[in-house]
């Protein structure tokens, strides 16, 4: 018996058509990339540009920010439009993003095509709530982290493309495949996303529903504490990619942006992570128990970078851990947020995603200004401390216990 066609797909359907999930995977992985193609490039860029990376730092801020406000303000759009219209709308105009910012003669307009390109990168936070929407909710961990893997690949193989392709041909040569790649994409998702009508916010006009999503924030303590955290534990990803390019280019190690970027290749192992975070945080109470394991796991990795400046074998370890952590972190702060409301799953993700993403941006912020002031010593220190906070927050702050009371 043959599986139904991905147009068929339908709200918990018994069993998804084979390949829909590693699809979206997919899509979700080659989108988000865009975000992280110039981490390996600051060098390259501050020289083009004739600055520093302290002055180049507004370049992979301002994508990360386009990001944040992509989110919010895009990400109700799949509450109230069907979401195949908004994310092929969104894919072109990132296709449209990338060539602007392969050919920006300054920094000034590269920044404002960044900002663009993070806005319309969103678009795989549109796709992961459809996925939410379409599993059956006893298998909504697993499917959510399958698609994570692909978002963590993306996250990762940007990094380890944009070194390459950056050292080879330029950074310009960079953002020119990126749109490339993402034009492929725009056709797979074509003919490959179900046609499902809007749900029933569709009644509701952009205004209200951009403020029911920042209403979201404040009905939802689940989502309050899955949104500060995740804000932590990405800043401390963050910090450590931003904060390994010069460290890779100081004299303790003299290698290029292609060795910046192949250690996104060291990070993939963490996509091994997301079955099994999917799989526990199905449980009740999982989520709650593999979010404590992972922030472990990131403030360990600190732990490891701070004798990075002595050898590579601790920058290796390290981010092999900080990536487990981040990638089991994220899902099953996914997972439960997913389970609020199935009616809110798009402005609920764009209120968690925008605040990961400002972590994050917080994060590149602060690694670029850590190394100009006391090298990666400072940037350890900060990593650690983004990583701390995130876990004393989740140990004191029971937003179960909030509610109840």
């Not at 998804?16 to 997919?26: D, G, I, T, V, Y």
């Not at 602007?100 to 404002?112: C, K, T």
């Not at 990536?323 to 439960?336: E, F």
């Amino acid at each position: 018996m043959s599986s139904p066609s991905l147009a068929q797909a339908t709200p918990h359907s018994p069993e998804l058509p084979r390949l829909f999930l590693p699809l979206m995977a997919l899509a979700c992985g080659v989108a988000v990339a865009n975000i992280y193609y110039v981490q390996p490039l600051l060098e390259q860029l501050a020289l083009s540009f004739r600055t520093t990376v302290a002055g180049i730092a507004a370049i992979p801020t301002a994508t990360q920010v386009g990001f944040a406000c992509g989110l919010i303000g895009l990400g109700p759009l799949g509450d109230r439009y069907p979401r195949h219209r908004v994310i092929l709308g969104m894919g072109a105009a990132l296709v449209f993003m990338l060539l602007l910012a392969s050919a920006a003669p300054n920094i000034a307009l590269l920044a404002a095509a960044s900002l663009g390109v993070g806005l319309m990168a969103s678009v795989a936070q549109q796709i992961v709530p459809l996925v939410a929407h379409l599993a059956p909710p006893q298998q909504r961990g697993r499917a959510v982290g399958l698609v994570m893997s692909g978002l963590l690949v993306g996250i990762l193989g940007g990094r380890v493309l944009g070194g390459l392709v950056g050292q080879a041909l330029g950074w310009r040569a960079v953002f020119a495949l990126a749109a490339l790649l993402n034009a492929a994409s725009l056709v797979m998702l074509w003919r490959t996303l179900p046609r499902l009508p809007a749900n029933d916010a569709s009644a509701q006009s952009y205004g209200h529903l951009v403020a029911s999503t920042l209403g979201q924030f404040r009905k939802h303590a689940e989502l309050r504490a899955a949104g500060v955290t995740g804000g932590l534990f990405f800043g401390a990803f963050s910090v450590f990619w931003v904060g390994l390019t010069p460290l890779l280019g100081s004299p303790a190690y003299g290698l290029g942006p292609a060795a910046a970027g192949l250690f996104g290749i060291l990070g993939l192992t963490g996509a091994l992570v997301a079955p099994v975070s999917g799989r526990h945080s199905d449980h009740p109470g999982g989520p709650r128990r593999v979010l404590l394991v992972a922030l472990v796991c990131v403030l360990a990795a600190w732990a490891l970078f701070a004798f990075g400046g002595h050898g590579l074998i601790w920058l290796v370890l390290g981010v092999v851990v900080l990536d487990a952590g981040v990638q089991g972190a994220q899902i099953a702060n996914q997972t439960r947020i997913y389970a609020l409301d199935a009616a809110s799953r798009s402005r609920i993700n764009a209120v968690y995603m925008t605040q990961y993403f400002i972590g994050g941006a917080a994060g590149t912020f602060a690694a670029s200004h850590a190394w100009a002031l006391g090298g990666w010593p400072a940037v350890v220190l900060t990593g650690a401390a983004f990583s701390a906070l995130a876990l004393v927050l989740h140990v004191g702050w029971n937003p179960g216990k909030a509610a109840a009371g």
